[in-house]
């Protein structure tokens, strides 16, 4: 069985631009949540979908975003970039809430914002 | 709000050693799980192992064990036989039932001496 795909591995953009990222879970899996992971605030949880609806939100601007597909595929957007988006951003999907299903991860996407 | 703590940043260990990971948290929920993973330099996060909270036996997985207190809260990791592919960072991490959202710790970054 495949494992969680995102694109692209890496991205370089210029502040103010806007990003689009993409993870594709693991067949079968409905749920989808996205972290950052930066040198200095860690790993901070970003969202979850679950059947194309946000469960749960964490603690960031309005300029990051989400969506999930019909397929359970899932984007995250940044808009307006700043230096301090630079960062690993990774993907994790599991069958859904309430469950003892494990979140399996993603490579992750390098972002890097000049 | 459910805090997560891994007060070694490093940690190094002879190769066929074992060696012991630190990890306390806090919450006021009493039905959640907890993890370890590992983040390679490959960036993948990868599930190492899980507890079931209201499980009062520990965890193994081969080579890997954990030592859960749930009074004290604390959820230590236990390598056996250390090997050079364990290297790597180890994140604790606690989620709470019927919700798919990680917290993670700070991490602890495993070096294997040959």
């Known amino acids: 069985k495949a494992g969680v795909t995102q694109t692209p591995r890496y991205l370089i953009k210029t502040r103010g631009q806007q990003v689009t990222l993409s993870c594709s879970p693991i067949s079968g899996h409905r749920s989808v949540s996205w972290y950052q992971q930066t040198p200095g605030q860690g790993l901070q949880f970003l969202f979850e979908?679950?059947?194309?609806?946000?469960?749960n939100k964490g603690n960031f601007p309005g300029r990051f975003s989400g969506r999930q597909f019909s397929n359970s595929r899932s984007e995250m957007n940044v808009s307006t970039l700043e230096l301090g988006d630079s960062a690993l951003y990774l993907c994790?999907?599991?069958?859904?809430?309430?469950?003892?299903?494990?979140?399996?991860f993603g490579n992750g996407t390098r972002l890097t914002v000049t | 709000a459910q805090t997560v703590t891994q007060s070694q940043p490093e940690m190094s260990v002879q190769e066929a050693e074992t060696v012991t990971l630190s990890c306390t948290y806090d919450t006021s929920e009493s039905d959640y799980y907890l993890f370890w993973y590992k983040q390679p330099p490959s960036r993948q996060m990868i599930l190492v192992i899980r507890?079931?909270?209201?499980?009062?036996q520990n965890a193994t997985e081969n080579r890997f064990s954990v030592n859960f207190q749930k009074a004290a809260k604390s959820f230590s990791l236990k390598i056996s036989d250390s090997q050079l592919g364990d290297a790597a960072m180890y994140f604790c991490?606690?989620?709470?039932?019927?919700?798919?959202?990680?917290?993670f710790g700070t991490g602890t970054r495993l070096t294997i001496i040959p």
């Open positions: 507890q079931e909270a209201y499980k009062q």
């Open positions: 979908y679950f059947s194309e609806t946000q469960r």
């Open positions: 991490a606690y989620r709470f039932f019927g919700n798919e959202k990680l917290t």
């Open positions: 994790a999907s599991s069958l859904g809430p309430g469950g003892n299903s494990p979140l399996h």
